[in-house]
């Protein structure tokens, strides 16, 4: 009788596994650097620190009492109306946001030390996927909010910023993981692209030594 029962309950436990992946997609963002970049002279010289905060919170569109923050979007019908599956991250976002601009840094010359009296903050405010329902094709645009500053060894502000950035994958046939994940790399690629080609942020960069 024993054995019939746990026989039944780790069918139940396969079943539920199962259905949970029909619900659920599960997506690794990868920021895609820029090409060609050059080292700015006297960043070699320069330590600093990058902390990324999410704060989004449970009204923002996408966060659930289920998944929590790792939700960045769902699916929809073709009715347009919210559905499965629950758009999920592998990674927590702000970890992934954090690692990709240190690998932009680096790239720069700038050295990353946790110790830095040279802090760079973000805040992460919005990073979200929809799909954008049309009579025979949809778009899976993402939007991506984050406020960005530079902060000095005594805590003063040498940049200040909020960039507001979207990426799209035009003629999303499937309104899943797949076709919202391009869309949410592009709009990370896009926020950091526009932060690195601010004349002012490198500036404060330079200033802060």
Not at 95 to 117: M, P, V, W, Y
Not at 125 to 137: L, R
Not at 173 to 183: L, V
Request: proline letters at 2%.
């Amino acid at each position: 009788m024993f054995k019939a029962l746990a026989l039944v309950y780790a069918f139940a436990v396969i079943s539920l596994a199962g259905c949970e992946s029909l619900h659920v997609d599960r997506i690794t963002l990868q920021h895609m650097q820029q090409k060609e970049i050059r080292v700015v002279p006297g960043a070699a010289n320069i330590s600093l620190v990058v902390k990324a905060i999410d704060k989004r919170d449970y009204l923002a569109p996408g966060i659930s009492r289920k998944w929590g923050k790792a939700v960045v979007g769902y699916g929809r019908n073709g009715l347009g109306e919210e559905t499965y599956p629950d758009i999920i991250v592998t990674e927590p976002v702000e970890l992934t946001l954090k690692r990709s601009i240190e690998d932009e840094l680096k790239a720069r010359g700038f050295q990353i030390d946790q110790n830095a009296n040279l802090i760079i903050e973000i805040d992460i405010n919005t990073f979200f996927n929809d799909y954008k329902v049309g009579f025979i094709f949809s778009d899976s645009v993402a939007d991506f909010n984050i406020d960005v500053k530079v902060l000095s060894n005594t805590g003063y502000i040498l940049y200040s910023r909020r960039i507001a950035e979207q990426g799209d994958k035009a003629w999303a046939s499937t309104m899943s993981g797949e076709d919202a994940k391009i869309a949410l790399n592009r709009a990370v690629d896009n926020g950091i692209n526009a932060l690195f080609s601010d004349g002012a942020f490198m500036s404060a960069l330079l200033r802060g030594n």
